[in-house]
């Protein structure tokens, strides 16, 4: 009994840490901040896949300027998807879903450079 609760708990947390990996942020001022933005590139299955499993797997990786407002939230995931097919940054090399809200939460990475 006591191994299945072990094994149950082990899921557990592995199903429930996969959310959103990247980095919301909350200016308290207007200002121009430095994003380090990966995706996982578009294999066959790469949908099935999650960032926080990604080690090892092929990135596109870029760099881009992010305009931050004071007091608004921002997500750097979101703002990575959004150039994701723009040219010198995602270059349409990134895994995508039908789910662009799925595709943000686990196939891109935003964090403060």
Same mark, same amino acid.
């Given at each position: ?6 094994? !149950?708990?082990? *899921? ?11 980095? $919301?942020? =909350? ?7 430095? *994003? ?24 596109? =990786?870029? &760099?881009?300027? *992010? $305009?931050?407002? /004071?007091?608004?939230?921002? #997500? ?22 039908? #789910? /662009?809200?799925?595709?943000? =939460?686990?196939? !891109?990475?935003?964090?403060? &450079?």
């Amino acid at each position: 009994m006591r191994f299945n609760i072990y094994i !149950f708990y082990g *899921v557990f947390v592995l199903l429930f840490s996969q959310g959103s990996h990247g980095e $919301t942020i =909350t200016s308290e001022k207007n200002e121009k901040i430095s *994003v380090r933005c990966e995706c996982l590139l578009s294999l066959p299955l790469c949908e099935l896949e999650v960032f926080a499993s990604a080690a090892g797997k092929p990135l596109q =990786t870029w &760099y881009q300027d *992010v $305009t931050l407002t /004071a007091g608004k939230i921002t #997500d750097l995931n979101a703002a990575c998807y959004k150039n994701r097919d723009v040219d010198g940054m995602g270059d349409g090399l990134c895994c995508v879903t039908s #789910d /662009a809200a799925k595709t943000i =939460t686990n196939l !891109f990475r935003g964090t403060r &450079y």
